[in-house]
């Protein structure tokens, strides 16, 4: 295996990249970056120096993934969604002492157009809807939409909404890979 780096890409000096990752049209990947196996960096991508990126990662296209941002494996950013690194920026005011960490656990999917603002988690296998706007820590397998984000549902890891009460009690079967997940209180996990 190897690394695909369109020739229009800016791939710095340093940037560590593993086997299989593509890198398309205009992206630019600074020198402390640390990239996964089987990515997929889309046209117009940005990764910044102090970003980790784990394995089979996909970032649509218009990106940027700025500094104490951390994706784990199988991680999907939709096209244009956003990240923040600090709280309140001011132009006049210098505040890279002050960048928050952001923590994107394995499975999550963020929708296209939404925003993570700086300092939150999202837990594994959550999905975060199209233009939403996450200000908050988001469970694992929750489905977060609206601005500001609120959770709505559950997920499965295969992506299918799960017919479970939001807050409560009981068990659910994914209706494509008949995986069975149990809610018990606000904490959903996989039962097999």
Partial sequence: MSVTIHPSAIVDAGAKIGDG????????????AQIGENCTLGQNVFV????????????QN???????????????????M??????????AV??????????????????ANSTVVCGVRVGRHAFVGAGAVVNRDVL??????????KQVGWMSEY???LALPLNGEGECVCPHTQAVYRLSGNSLERVN
């Fill in 82 to 91: 956003v990240f923040t690194n600090v709280y309140n920026p001011r132009s």
């Fill in 21 to 32: 990752t593509k890198v398309w049209h205009f992206v630019h990947v600074c020198s402390g």
């Fill in 48 to 59: 910044g120096n102090r970003v980790e990126i784990g394995n089979n990662v996909r970032i």
């Fill in 94 to 111: 210098s505040r890279k002492e002050e960048y928050r960490e952001t923590i994107i656990e394995r499975g999550a999917t963020l929708g």
């Fill in 159 to 161: 992506g299918e909404r």
């Fill in 62 to 80: 218009n990106v940027s993934v700025y500094d104490n941002v951390m994706l784990e494996d199988d991680v999907f950013c939709g096209p244009s």
């Fill in 140 to 149: 694992p397998y929750a489905l977060v939409v609206g601005v500001p984000a």
